[in-house]
């Protein structure tokens, strides 16, 4: 026998009982992002190398040491997308989508980084990504906020979460503040890690989000970012914290949050949990007002974030926020001769008058005794029974799988899907 090929390592597979969790919640997220009137974007996997070195900059971890990159045959230089918010810009460019206009944007989809595979981390993740153009105040900062926490309120998790909130001012006050950085930490280098140490060259704000608890003592002492805020930025983050305050969402400021990818500015946030260990944060975000430019358009002023669904759908596993998996409400089984058709034409009408219900019609035949194990095993809460007598009546049996104990009722069909939606609990029933 041949070996089987494995997956890629960190890639994994979501089985039937993965994507009806997967379905669950990627509904409410596109009700979420309806409700606030943003429009989905789909993009490419793939984008051309230079974007990302330049979206996301040359000395951050994700472009150093995660991405995907190959050549194609054609000898270009290709990376599988790190994340969502470069690419989108990319398209917003492409297609003209930022002359004088405003854009609130929303895609999500699969993004790919190398890193050491564990929970809550993975090779392929996916993110829902919101992205806002053309606007700069901080209403839209609270707007996408807001629209984060009506996830976890829909999700009813938002008990979970805690909103940590900083800013990282503009670039003139980040370069002050990185002087004033480095001459402190250059001067404590003793309680620097291996990692802090090379950033101090490359990148010393990201020291800042050091998980090292020797470095994380010596940052009590460093100098803050906030020092260096001028009149403008403070605005901006005052305004921001008010707007948050007066729609009751609640927050901690972090002044070492930073964030892993360069292109941020002004206002950044994390929604952290305590209930997934080291990998807390479910959803990242902030202003990225320079990035258009810096990607070869206008100026236009951009925030947005990036929310994990590998992670919130740990999270809602943790608090047991998932029914259990079932691969059919309804179960159409039938004996007799010729049954095969009255089964599949009751499923079919059954279909008909309960759209939102799963139902399953037995195929291959067999005894009641195992078609009704069957019925049984894929969860179903109905069994709907064809036999000789119900053909011959045109109606059918049903028999409650859960609650029922023996009983059954013998209706006819449109009656029987009747008692069946109001057990199920349907909505929007077809009649
Ligand atoms: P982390 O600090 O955990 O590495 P990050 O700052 O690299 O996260 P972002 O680039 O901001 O993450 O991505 C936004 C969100 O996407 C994260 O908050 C997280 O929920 C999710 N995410 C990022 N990387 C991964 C990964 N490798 N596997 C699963 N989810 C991820
Ligand atoms: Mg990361």
């Given at each position: ?44 996997l ?30 270009e ?21 930022l ?19 564990q ?38 998790i ?31 280098q ?73 292109y ?36 236009v ?7 994990g669904?590998e ?101 006819p ?14 909505s929007?029933?077809?009649?």
């Amino acid at each position: 026998m041949k070996e089987a090929i494995q997956a890629v390592r960190g890639m994994p597979d979501l089985l039937p009982e993965d994507t009806a969790r997967w379905q669950q919640v990627e509904s409410v997220l596109r009700e979420c992002v309806g409700s606030f009137g943003y429009s989905e974007v789909r993009l490419p996997l793939l984008e051309k190398t230079p974007l990302f070195n330049r979206a996301i900059g040359e000395v951050t971890d994700v472009v150093e040491k995660e991405m995907y990159t190959f050549e194609d045959r054609s000898g270009e230089s290709l990376s599988l997308r790190p994340e969502g918010t470069a690419g989108c810009v990319r398209c917003c460019l492409q297609h003209g989508l930022l002359h004088n206009q405003e854009q609130r944007l929303w895609y999500t989809g699969p993004m790919f980084r190398h890193e050491r595979p564990q929970q809550g981390r993975y090779r392929q993740f996916h993110q829902l990504g919101v992205e806002v153009f053309g606007l700069n105040g901080p209403d839209i900062d609270a707007e996408i906020i807001a629209l984060s926490q009506l996830i976890w309120q829909r999700l009813k998790i938002t008990d979970s979460l805690q909103l940590q909130l900083n800013s990282l001012g503009s670039a003139q006050e980040r370069a002050a503040y990185r002087q004033s950085l480095v001459e402190f930490l250059s001067a404590h280098q003793e309680f620097l890690d291996e990692d802090s140490r090379r950033r101090l060259n490359t990148n010393p704000l990201r020291i800042l989000d050091s998980k090292d608890p020797k470095v994380g003592e010596l940052l009590q002492e460093a100098p803050l970012l906030s020092d260096h805020f001028g009149s403008e930025t403070r605005r901006h983050f005052e305004g921001l914290q008010d707007l948050l305050t007066g729609l009751g969402i609640a927050f901690t400021l972090n002044p070492r949050l930073v964030r892993g990818l360069d292109y941020y500015n002004l206002t950044v946030f994390e929604w952290v949990t305590h209930d997934l260990g080291a990998q807390g944060t479910v959803c990242g975000g902030g202003r990225y007002d320079g990035l258009v430019e810096q990607l070869g358009g206008e100026s236009v002023p951009a925030v947005g974030f990036g929310l994990g669904l590998e992670r919130l759908i740990l999270l809602l596993d943790k608090l047991g926020c998932f029914t259990p998996y079932v691969q059919a409400d309804i179960y159409v089984i039938g004996s007799g001769a010729g049954v095969e058709l009255h089964q599949a034409a009751a499923a079919a009408k059954l279909r008909e008058l309960l759209p939102g219900a799963k139902i399953l019609n037995h195929c291959g035949g067999g005894s009641f005794k195992r078609q009704f194990k069957r019925a049984d095993k894929c969860g179903a809460t109905f069994a709907v029974i064809l036999g000789d007598n119900e053909i011959a009546h045109n109606s059918v049996t049903i028999k409650n799988l859960r609650e029922g104990g023996d009983e059954q009722l013998e209706l006819p069909l449109p009656e029987a899907a009747k008692v069946m939606g109001r057990t199920l609990g349907l909505s929007g029933l077809a009649f």
